[in-house]
């Protein structure tokens, strides 16, 4: 089932900080981020693995709640290249052989102006 | 290191017609997917590929579209005969081994098909 975010679009200005939401329905094992940009291809930001794990990248880190079954990617003090639709995919076991099989939010589109 | 390698980049078919794409993975990665992206949403797994057997092709539209790894590095997806639904991006991506939880996926740039 497919992982539902929120806000389904953001507007910022630079310097500012916005926080993307993923919530799933079901139980996870880990859950992946990436950024694509206009007719380009995603881009792994990072993954968070069960154990409610918070990873950083730079100005950008996540979190995993492996009870609510969400993760949220937190972007700190935004720049112009942060613009672009991010997606969460979800990995969850179904019968113990799914590892890899993700299932992709609906993204959430980000524009960070001047 | 190169990265996923995908053609064409763009296509344009009438329904109908056939099409094919081609994908090679970043080098000694075992682990290949196919992904349907319809505009303005996520990517959908099509197929993946462990080596050049089929681990998961649950959502591959079989009646028209099949898709095969026959050495176990470069693959191809074929619609055969493609709809106006078809139209998307089809992302082709790998990692290096399937059976950790958490491996990441490194994706081409796609190809986009247009069927008119």
């Known amino acids: 089932q497919q992982p539902v975010q929120s806000p389904q679009a953001v507007i910022l200005r630079e310097g500012e900080d916005a926080v993307i939401n993923c919530s799933s329905s079901?139980?996870?094992?880990?859950v992946h981020w990436y950024r694509q940009k206009h007719g380009e291809a995603p881009v792994f930001l990072m993954i968070l693995l069960k154990g409610g794990e918070q990873k950083g990248h730079e100005k950008i880190s996540a979190s995993f709640n492996e009870k609510k079954q969400q993760s949220s990617l937190y972007l700190t003090a935004s720049q112009l290249s942060y613009s672009g639709t991010y997606f969460c995919?979800?990995?969850?076991?179904?019968?113990?052989?799914?590892?890899?099989?993700?299932?992709f939010g609906q993204g959430t589109i980000l524009t960070v102006h001047p | 290191e190169a990265g996923v390698a995908q053609s064409p980049r763009y296509k344009i078919i009438e329904k109908r017609q056939s099409v094919a794409f081609w994908c090679n993975p970043i080098?000694?990665?075992?682990?290949l997917y196919w992904y349907q992206q319809i505009l303005g949403q996520g990517p959908k797994l099509l197929i993946q590929?462990?080596?050049?057997?089929?681990?998961?092709d649950s959502q591959l539209p079989k009646d028209r579209f099949s898709a095969e790894r026959l050495k176990g590095v470069d693959s191809t997806l074929k619609i055969q005969p493609a709809k106006l639904e078809d139209s998307a991006v089809y992302l082709c991506?790998?990692?290096?081994?399937?059976?950790?939880?958490?491996?990441?996926?490194?994706f081409g740039p796609g190809t986009r098909l247009l069927v008119l």
């Open positions: 590929f462990q080596n050049n057997g089929v681990v998961d």
């Open positions: 079901k139980a996870l094992y880990s």
């Open positions: 991506a790998s990692s290096l081994v399937l059976a950790n939880v958490g491996e990441t996926q490194y």
């Open positions: 995919g979800t990995d969850g076991l179904a019968g113990g052989t799914s590892y890899g099989k993700l299932t």
């Open positions: 080098s000694g990665h075992a682990t």
